[in-house]
């Protein structure tokens, strides 16, 4: 007979493209060990009937001290270890947010330029997330374009 891996439902870790004048936020992990050093889209697990760009506020509100607000989402899903899978959503800080600070799970904050972009050791696994922004995020381009990658209405549901 057959054994089959009982199936789990996947969990969604949210990520922020955080953009604020055409630079993105990264953020340098301080813990578990074994991510620790390594680059990531601030954000975190999505709760139980919580609404991911909901998710995505309160996680940049605990993790940075900032007020943020989803824009959209960009495009894919991709495997984190089971059962995570990581979504991302462009957002941008609201007026008046304080600036983010690393307060939880990071030692470490910077502004990437697109020429920038691949200058930090992303995890491995944010790498194909870190292309789909990219291909939203050209060079030169301010926050704007990054923006327009999903409708404002997308980071509602
Ligand atoms: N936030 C975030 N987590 C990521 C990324 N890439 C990646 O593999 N992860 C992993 C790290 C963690 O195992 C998991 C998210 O955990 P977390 O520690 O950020 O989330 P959380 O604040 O909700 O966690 P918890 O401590 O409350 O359990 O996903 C990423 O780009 N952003």
């Known amino acids: 007979m057959t054994r089959t891996t009982p199936e789990t439902d996947p969990i969604v870790v949210v990520g ?45 509100r605990e993790e940075l001290g900032i ?8 495009p894919g ?8 899978v990581l979504q991302v959503w462009t957002a941008r800080l609201r007026p008046g947010s304080p600036a ?21 050791p992303w995890l491995d696994q944010d790498v194909p997330a870190v292309r789909e922004i990219e291909e939203t995020f050209p060079a030169g381009a301010g926050d704007g374009a990054a923006s327009r990658a999903a409708g404002p209405g997308d980071g509602r549901e």
């Open 16 to 60: 922020a493209a955080l953009l604020d004048g055409g630079r993105l936020l990264a953020a340098r992990r301080s813990a578990p060990a074994e991510l620790a050093g390594r680059w990531e889209l601030p954000g975190g697990k999505v709760e139980a009937g919580e609404r991911p760009a909901d998710a995505l506020v309160r996680e940049l």
């Open 77 to 84: 899903e991709w495997p984190l270890r089971t059962p995570y």
């Open 100 to 120: 983010p600070r690393p307060l939880q799970d990071h030692d470490d904050l910077r502004w990437l330029t697109p020429a920038e972009l691949w200058d930090v």
């Open 67 to 74: 007020d943020a607000e989803p824009v959209g989402r960009v």
